[in-house]
């Protein structure tokens, strides 16, 4: 055996796949399906039976700061294909019928055992009550992994995902229970730093976090409250009134 059959090489040459760039098929889109391609959390997810590589994303953050736990209900914004969803079902029980897993999305999703999918835009004025209707009450964890469709600028990607996060965390605020969580996809850039300090006033701990399944050469975070205080406050400003 070669000294450096683990490198990904053999006789020289490397194992890496790559992707001739097809007559329809820009540059960009080549090199994203070349790192799909070649990318070891995708084909682990394909082997594991998850629906996107995300769900280690996830997996990732629940065994470092224990997000999800057995009964809770639990919300996933934009949960096309499913990956997210799927950690959650397991992890809370609702596969097994314990706590709830209500995921929304514009697009329609194939089922999951625990998960009730629902075509639904967050950002309609009634979704808040439609969705603690579907969940019996309030929200334990409200999830995002949303981004906006990328244009290759990256100011205006990194914008286009912080006022993506934004809109998310005005619907948790809606929807938690106190003590509840939110996490949600944003990219480093500067402004995420507003972004936390807006946090802040309703969440007891707030963090930025970079899981292993996030790729390296990428700017992609997630942004991490606990604690959400904000149930407790509006019902002050209700006493105050």
């Not at 020289?12 to 001739?20: F, W």
């Not at 540059?27 to 959390?41: A, C, G, I």
């Not at 949960?79 to 929304?104: F, L, Y």
């Not at 300090?197 to 790729?215: E, G, N």
């Amino acid at each position: 055996m070669s000294g450096n059959a683990g490198s990904g090489r053999e006789g020289g040459r490397s194992l890496k796949q790559r992707v001739k760039t097809a007559k329809k098929r820009t540059v960009s889109q080549t090199r994203w399906l070349e790192r799909q391609l070649n990318d070891p959390y995708v084909a682990r997810a394909k082997r594991e039976g998850y629906r996107s590589r995300a769900a280690y994303k996830l997996m990732e953050m629940d065994e470092k700061f224990h997000l999800l736990k057995p009964g809770m209900r639990v919300v996933d914004l934009g949960a096309a294909p499913g990956g997210w969803s799927q950690i959650a079902a397991a992890k809370v029980g609702s596969d097994k019928g314990r706590g709830k897993v209500i995921g929304i999305d514009l697009l329609d999703i194939d089922p999951i055992p625990g998960v009730e999918f629902t075509v639904m835009d967050f950002l309609d004025a009634d979704a808040p009550e439609r969705l603690r209707a579907m969940l019996g009450g309030s929200a334990d964890l409200v999830m995002s992994d949303m981004a906006a469709n990328a244009t290759g600028h990256k100011k205006t990607d990194h914008l286009k995902i912080v006022a993506l996060a934004e809109l998310a965390i005005e619907f948790a605020r809606e929807v938690l229970a106190p003590g509840g969580a939110f996490v949600a996809k944003v990219l480093q850039g500067g402004t995420e730093g507003t972004l936390l300090a807006d946090l802040k006033r309703d969440f007891a701990v707030v963090r930025h976090v970079k899981p292993a399944a996030s790729r390296a050469d990428s700017a992609e975070l997630y942004v991490l409250a606990t604690g959400f205080r904000g149930g407790a406050r509006n019902q002050q400003g209700a006493d105050e009134a």
